[in-house]
């Protein structure tokens, strides 16, 4: 086989994978955008590490100067971060008067009246019993 031949047949195989690739960076950019909306941090560090791995997957497919996959991946992790940004700061100013039911129930129940804690505490302390044990390491020769 000539080299031409071996290259057309790499690009056969790699150019696939790298589409596979950049459709899965795609779907971990999404997950995200998803997760910094919601103001997940583990999940979206989570994805984007994921997502790092997906991507080099994709730059497979420069192998046959196709550079659309890499693009397309870089880009949709940029833009969901930047989607994800503005509807978490949306979010949090539409919400910034309401209460959320957790915190309606904690509210309640740090209103309920409290007992004082007790002037004095007895601590019991078990009584060691003596050993026969003498602490010496005995050395012999």
Request: contains cysteine; aromatic residues 4%; hydrophobic residues 60%.
């Given at each position: 086989?000539?080299?031409?031949?071996?290259?057309?047949?790499?690009?056969?195989?790699?150019?696939?994978?790298?589409w596979?690739?950049?459709?899965?960076?795609?779907?971990?950019?999404?997950?995200?955008?998803?997760?910094?909306?919601?103001g997940?941090?583990?999940?979206?560090?989570?994805?984007?590490?994921?997502?790092?791995?997906m991507?080099?997957?994709?730059?497979?497919?420069?192998?046959?100067?196709?550079?659309?996959?890499?693009?397309?991946?870089?880009?949709?992790?940029?833009?969901?971060?930047?989607?994800?940004?503005?509807?978490?700061?949306?979010?949090?100013?539409?919400?910034?008067?309401?209460?959320?039911?957790?915190?309606?129930?904690?509210?309640a129940?740090?209103?309920?009246?409290?007992?004082?804690?007790?002037?004095?505490?007895?601590?019991?302390?078990?009584?060691?019993?003596?050993?026969?044990?003498?602490?010496?390491?005995?050395?012999?020769?």
């Amino acid at each position: 086989m000539t080299t031409a031949a071996i290259a057309r047949d790499l690009a056969g195989f790699l150019v696939p994978i790298g589409w596979i690739g950049a459709a899965l960076a795609v779907v971990c950019a999404i997950v995200a955008g998803a997760a910094i909306a919601r103001g997940a941090g583990g999940l979206s560090g989570g994805a984007v590490g994921v997502w790092i791995p997906m991507a080099l997957l994709s730059s497979t497919a420069s192998f046959a100067h196709e550079w659309l996959p890499l693009i397309a991946s870089g880009a949709a992790l940029g833009a969901m971060l930047v989607l994800g940004g503005i509807v978490r700061a949306i979010v949090s100013v539409a919400d910034n008067g309401r209460m959320t039911r957790s915190a309606a129930r904690a509210a309640a129940a740090s209103a309920a009246p409290v007992e004082p804690a007790p002037a004095t505490t007895t601590v019991l302390v078990p009584a060691r019993t003596p050993s026969t044990a003498t602490g010496a390491i005995a050395v012999v020769r």
